[in-house]
Each structure stands twice: as C-alpha cells, then as structure tokens.
C-alpha cells in the first residue's frame, strides 16, 4: 500500500493547541473515493475527543466527521461515484457489514464497532482514522454520500452530516409528520437543524429555549410556537399534549419536566450525551402515561443519503459561520460559551500552504 502527503489540522496530546501539520492518506484501492475536502464542519464531538474527553483518544488526532469535497480520483470497482462529483462523509467510514444492523442498514448501531471517521481502527497510517480537518481524504464508497445542492450551498451543507441526520433519523422514526406535535429542546448546531426538519415534515413544531433572547431565532428557523422552559407557566400550558419530542441538550438536566408534557404513548429522544448523568426521571410520570424516554444516534449511510436529498428537495442547510483553519482554537474556545449560530465550518483552502 502506498501513500500521499496530505495537509491537516489537529494535536498530538489532550493539552496542547491545535495546529497545522502534514499527515498520510492511502492511495485509492478498488472501492475506494479518494475526496478533496473543501469544507469540514466544527462539532462539539471533536472538541470532547481531541481534549480526551470521553477517553481512549488516540493520538495524533485529526478531528472532523462533517465533510463535503469533490471526488478525485475513484477505485477500478468504484460504480457510484466519478471524478468531478460533490460528495460527503459523515462520522463512519466503515463497518463490519455482516452483522444484523449493518443488514438493515443501520451500520451506526453495528455489533462489531463502527469505525468512525477519526479515531477508529484502521491499516493506515498511524493505526486509527484521521478525520477532515484535512485538505484530503480516502473513503471506501459505501460510505460516501451524493451532495445534489447548489454549489454555493456546500458548505452549509457539511454540517448535516452529522448534525442534519442526528435529528432526521429519530424524526422519521418516530413517524413525525403532518397532525403530529413535536418539541425540539434546546436551540443549538442539533436543536436548530431538528426545528428546520421537523417544520420541512409537517408536524408542529414547539422549539423549547431557556433564553428568551432566542424566541425570534426559533421562529426564523420554522417554529409554530417558542417555550422559555424555565417559565413554569409556559411550561404547564402544554402539559399531556406532544407526540414527540426531540431533546438536543447535552447537559444534565430535569427531563420530568419535558416528559410531563408528552401524550399517552408519547417519546422524548435524547441525542445529547451530557458529561455527567441526567437527575434520575420520575417512573411514575411514564407509567402513568405508558411514556418513553429513548435515545438515538446518528443514522446509516441510506438514511443519510435519504436525509441530504430531503434537505436538497426542502432548501434546507445549516446555519453557519464559516471560519479559517487558524481560527481552529479560537472556535473551541467559542463553542464552549455556546457563541455561535449555530455551526462553525472550516475553509479547508484557508490552511497553509
């Protein structure tokens, strides 16, 4: 196996700063896409990683899982996909393929280990994936996606693959559609995108916020109604009334007081993983309502694809703001004040030369 030179962003150790250094990708094998990335999104799942975080990162790390390029250079096998075309990668680059969920095309919930993006388990160079805080990148094609936006849409686009199918899939799963009321909780990079969906659907769509300073942005974004939820009042209007509701907040937090406003046979998804545990939920509040609280991650390589075409056909992208590969670390620095709206996405033609 032989390999290319390529520019990246990323650390060598939990402290130390994010900067720029050169790193290897494979030359494209038979199946695989080789991708040059023009944009990569910023999510606070990078941040958690490259800082060690949730542990057993791997180091040097190169972060980055929301990737859009053009296609290169493609494997003899390669049928879907040909030089020229604008393409994405989420946060998988391969799994087992051979047991039950990757069957169903749920390679996220694969019972062998997904290998993600960045720090998975891989053959090259050094021995775990590196993501797409980078110029390029390699991709067996069953884990590229076709991008049908315009071109000037690309990167906004970037973000939806991982914030856009982190809530599109539990939305189409819990069948949220026309004459369904949803909530969406928390107006962030998840929030924002599931308020944007869950409007394109159908249903009504409440978007709960603890800021009033962001009751406008959450009608600008296609919500029915907004919801300060630290307003007891506001709060009890809506009690026993929602079908579905979507929780984006990643941190601890009273989820009696979301479950609460759910119908009989109603579900509250959880898409955030806080650093710390949630209080322990009220069982009575769910067995007297026969309610659920259930939780789900990103979605397979179908469902994304059927996700970037739903947002194509609806006109929608992500909010962003775009930024240079050396304002990595100023970024972070952001996203933990929660000072932005409501997705960084880097310039990947702002790196060094």
């Keep these: ?27 494209p094998g038979p199946r695989d896409v080789a ?7 910023v999510c606070h799942s990078d941040l958690h990683t490259i800082k ?45 393929q051979h047991c039950a969920s990757c069957a169903e095309g749920e390679e996220q919930y694969c019972e062998n280990g997904l290998v993600g993006t960045y720090n998975g388990a891989t053959q090259d160079p050094p021995g775990h994936t590196l993501g797409g805080y980078s110029d390029s990148i390699v991709v067996d094609e069953r884990f590229v996606l076709k991008v049908s936006h315009p071109a000037d849409q690309l990167a906004a686009v970037a973000p ?13 799963h819990w069948n949220v559609g026309p004459g369904k009321k949803v909530g969406i909780v928390g107006i962030g990079g998840l929030g924002h995108m599931g308020v944007k969906l869950a409007h394109a659907m159908g249903a009504h769509t409440v978007a709960f916020t603890t800021s009033e300073s962001k009751r406008q942005d959450a009608y600008d ?8 939820s630290r307003d007891p009042e506001q709060m009890a209007a809506h009690g026993r009334s929602f079908d579905f509701i979507l929780n984006t907040v990643a941190a601890p937090h009273n989820l009696d007081a979301f479950t609460s406003l759910l119908k009989v046979n109603g579900t509250m998804c959880l898409v955030g993983v806080p650093a710390e545990p949630h209080p322990s939920p009220n069982v009575g509040v769910l067995i007297f309502g026969r ?7 990103i979605g397979g390589i179908r469902e994304t694809q059927e996700m970037l ?15 240079r590969g050396d304002q990595i670390n100023e970024a ?15 310039d990947i033609a702002t790196f060094a030369a």
């Design 1 to 27: 196996m032989t390999f290319q030179p390529a520019r990246a962003i990323g650390a060598n150790s939990a402290d130390e700063a994010l900067h720029q250094f050169n790193i290897e990708r494979r030359e």
């Design 35 to 41: 991708i040059r990335i023009a944009y990569c999104g």
């Design 52 to 96: 060690g975080e949730w542990g057993g990162t791997l180091y040097p790390c190169v972060p980055g899982h929301e990737i859009v390029g053009e296609v290169v250079a493609v494997g003899g096998d390669v049928t879907r996909f040909k030089t020229g075309d604008a393409v994405g990668v989420g946060c998988m680059v391969d799994s087992c």
């Design 160 to 172: 939806l693959l991982c914030a856009g199918i982190t809530t599109y899939s539990p939305l189409r």
């Design 221 to 228: 974004l296609g919500a029915d109604e907004v919801v300060i």
């Design 291 to 297: 309610r659920a609280i259930a939780g789900s991650l």
């Design 309 to 323: 075409d739903f947002c194509a056909e609806h006109g929608i992208t992500s909010d962003i703001e775009m930024i």
């Design 332 to 346: 972070y620095e952001r996203m933990l004040r929660s000072d932005v709206k409501y997705r960084f996405v880097i």
